[in-house]
C-alpha cells in the first residue's frame, strides 16, 4: 500500500506540474520581450476587480495624459468582468480582460512592464529587471500574517516571495509598514522601496458629491442604510454556531422601514445571490467602496474595512460573537485590539441595541493613529509612483544558510550567536508535512527565507545539462549556474545573494550549483 501511495503521489505530482507550465514562465522570462506601454492588473487572485487595483485602473484610464497605455486585466470570468466595465463607461480599445492562468494571461503577465496587484502573483512567475511591481496590499492587518500565523510558520511563503520582487510596496500606517518587514522578514534585504502612503481605495470617502449621488441613486436618503460585511473566518473555531443569514434577515425585520440593510459576504463564506426577505444584496453594478462611501453604519467583525471606513466619519459597529474562539484559533495584533474605539456587540440583542442607541461615534484618535496617509489623492500618488521607474535602491549581500536537516532551538540559537553581525538568512524547506522541524519553536524570533522543494526547470532543460555535462563538463556547469540563477530569481526575487552554505547534495537546483560547504565552525 505505501508502494502504491508513494507512485501516486509522483503521478499526481507530475500532472500538477505539467498543468503548471513553469516552462512557459521561464521561456518568457528569457525572450527579453517588454511592453513598455502596458500595464497589467491583478486583483484578490482574480477572483474580482475591487479594491486598490481596481481604483489604480479607473485612475489610469480616466486621465488623459495616461491615454497611450494599453491596461490588461485578469479575470476568472472576462465576459463579466467586461459587461460592468462597460456600464461604468471604463471600457474601450486600450482594455483587454483575460482569463485567468490562460495563455493569454501568462503572456502579458510576463511582458507587460508595469504590473498592479493587491494579493500574489503564483510561484512560477519570475520578474524581469525592467519590470515595475507595485504592490498595494488589502489591507491592515487585525488578524496575524506571515511567520505569526499560528501552528504554520512557513504561512509567509509567496506573501515573502512577492514583496522581495516589489519595486514598491504600500503601507497605509506604521502598523502595516512592520508587519511586511518583521513578518515576512523582509527588512534590510528587500531592494524595492516600502512606501507610507493612503490607500487608493479609500479616496472615494473623500468624495462628498459622490456620496450624495449614490445615495439617490439607490434609494438612500429617506432611511438609514446599513452594510453587513464580515470577515472570511477561514478554520476559526465556533463560527458554525450562529447563522449569519438568519441573525442579520432578524435584525432589519426588527428594525423596519426606517433602515435599508444590505449584505456583502466575503466570496469564501456564502454563496453569490444569496436570496433575502428582509434584506437586500448589495447591488452588483457598484464596486463596493464607491457603495460603501453613501452608507451610514457598517456591521463588520475583524474585516480590515473598518479601518478604511472610519474616513468617512459614519458610525461602525462591530459584532464578535465569536470573539475568543476566533481569537484564540487566529491570533491579533494588540496594538490594535487595544485601540478599538468602536462599540462592540457580543450577541444579537447588544447589536441591536448599538444599532438603535450608538455610545461611541467619534473616532478621530484611530485616524490619525491607522489613516492619516488617506486623502482624495491617492489614487493619483499610486499612479505617480508606479510610472516613477525610480528604482535605485541598492542592498547589501545576505549570505543564506541552507537548513533542509532536523534541527532544534538550541542548535539554531547557538548558530545566531556565532553569526551576530553578519547580514544572513536561515533558509527553511515549507514543507509542511516535514518531522525535521518539530523540535523548532523560536519561528518568530528567527531571520529566514523559504525554500520550495520542488525545481521549476523542464525535463528539455534537465536533459540539457544532462547531455552537455556528459559531453562538456564545463558547458553542463555553465548550463547549471544559468538554471540555478533563474530558480534563485523565481525563489528570492531581487535580493543580493552573497554566498550560499548548505550541508546536503540533495538540494534544489536554486541553491545547489552556488552553495559552499557548510562552515565547520557552525557544525
Not at 497589467?40 to 481604483?55: A, D, E, I, R
Not at 541552507?402 to 542548535?411: L, N, P
Request: proline share 3%; glycine share 4%.
Amino acid at each position: 500500500m505505501r508502494i502504491f501511495n508513494s507512485i501516486k503521489a509522483r503521478i499526481d505530482g507530475m500532472i500538477n506540474t505539467h498543468k503548471s507550465r513553469y516552462w512557459v514562465y521561464a521561456k518568457y522570462y528569457e525572450d527579453d520581450i517588454l511592453l513598455d506601454d502596458t500595464v497589467f492588473f491583478q486583483s484578490f487572485n482574480g477572483t474580482n476587480f475591487q479594491g486598490n487595483p481596481y481604483y489604480i485602473y479607473h485612475h489610469i484610464f480616466s486621465d488623459e495624459k495616461y491615454k497611450q497605455y494599453k491596461l490588461v486585466i485578469a479575470h476568472k470570468v472576462p465576459f463579466q468582468l467586461k459587461s460592468y466595465l462597460n456600464k461604468q463607461g471604463l471600457f474601450d480599445d486600450r482594455v483587454k480582460i483575460v482569463e485567468l492562468d490562460s495563455d493569454e494571461y501568462i503572456y502579458f503577465l510576463c511582458h507587460s512592464k508595469y504590473l498592479v496587484n493587491n494579493v500574489t502573483f503564483n510561484i512560477n512567475f519570475i520578474k524581469k529587471s525592467r519590470q515595475v511591481y507595485l504592490n498595494t496590499w488589502h489591507g491592515t492587518p487585525l488578524k496575524t500574517l506571515g511567520r505569526s500565523v499560528a501552528g504554520d510558520p512557513f504561512a509567509l511563503n509567496n506573501g515573502q516571495r512577492n514583496f522581495l520582487m516589489c519595486d514598491y510596496l504600500i503601507a497605509p500606517n506604521e502598523l502595516t509598514k512592520r508587519v511586511y518587514e518583521e513578518e515576512y522578514i523582509v527588512h534590510d534585504i528587500m531592494k524595492g522601496e516600502l512606501v507610507l502612503g493612503g490607500y487608493p481605495r479609500n479616496s472615494v470617502f473623500f468624495d462628498q458629491d459622490s456620496r450624495g449621488k449614490i445615495k439617490e441613486k439607490y434609494g438612500l436618503t429617506q432611511c438609514k442604510s446599513i452594510l453587513y460585511m464580515p470577515t472570511w473566518r477561514g478554520t476559526a473555531c465556533g463560527v458554525d454556531d450562529v447563522d449569519q443569514v438568519t441573525e442579520i434577515e432578524r435584525l432589519a425585520k426588527d428594525l423596519g422601514s426606517e433602515y435599508k440593510v444590505f449584505v456583502k459576504f466575503h466570496p469564501a463564506m456564502q454563496k453569490a445571490n444569496q436570496e433575502f426577505k428582509h434584506c437586500y444584496n448589495m447591488p452588483d453594478d457598484i464596486e463596493v467602496y464607491e457603495f460603501l462611501n453613501a452608507i451610514d453604519i457598517l456591521i463588520t467583525d475583524y474585516s480590515s474595512v473598518f479601518f478604511d471606513f472610519a474616513n468617512a466619519g459614519s458610525r461602525i459597529v462591530l459584532y464578535q460573537y465569536d470573539k475568543e474562539e476566533y481569537f484564540s484559533s487566529r491570533g491579533v495584533y494588540s496594538e490594535v485590539e487595544d485601540s478599538l474605539p468602536f462599540d462592540t456587540a457580543y450577541n444579537y440583542d447588544e447589536l441591536l441595541e448599538y444599532i438603535k442607541n450608538p455610545k461611541v461615534t467619534e473616532y478621530s484618535d484611530f485616524i490619525d493613529k491607522f489613516c492619516a496617509y488617506d486623502s482624495i489623492n491617492a489614487s493619483e500618488q499610486a499612479v505617480q509612483l508606479l510610472f516613477s521607474d525610480n528604482k535605485s535602491k541598492t542592498t547589501p549581500p545576505v549570505d543564506l544558510y541552507i537548513i533542509d536537516f532536523e534541527v532544534d532551538d538550541d542548535y539554531l540559537n547557538r548558530i545566531k550567536e556565532q553569526l551576530n553581525g553578519e547580514n544572513y538568512r536561515f533558509v527553511f524547506s515549507p514543507e509542511r508535512k516535514s518531522r525535521k522541524y518539530k523540535t523548532v519553536s523560536c519561528w518568530n524570533q528567527l531571520e529566514y527565507l523559504t525554500l520550495y522543494q520542488t525545481d521549476k526547470i523542464s525535463f528539455k532543460e534537465k536533459f540539457g545539462i544532462f547531455w552537455c555535462r556528459l559531453m562538456d563538463s564545463q558547458r553542463g556547469l555553465d548550463k547549471s549556474i544559468y538554471y540555478s540563477r533563474r530558480e534563485q530569481r523565481r525563489i528570492w526575487g531581487d535580493i543580493n545573494i552573497g554566498l550560499v552554505y548548505a550541508k546536503s547534495k540533495h538540494l534544489p537546483l536554486a541553491v545547489r550549483y552556488s552553495a559552499e560547504r557548510w562552515p565547520e565552525k557552525l557544525t
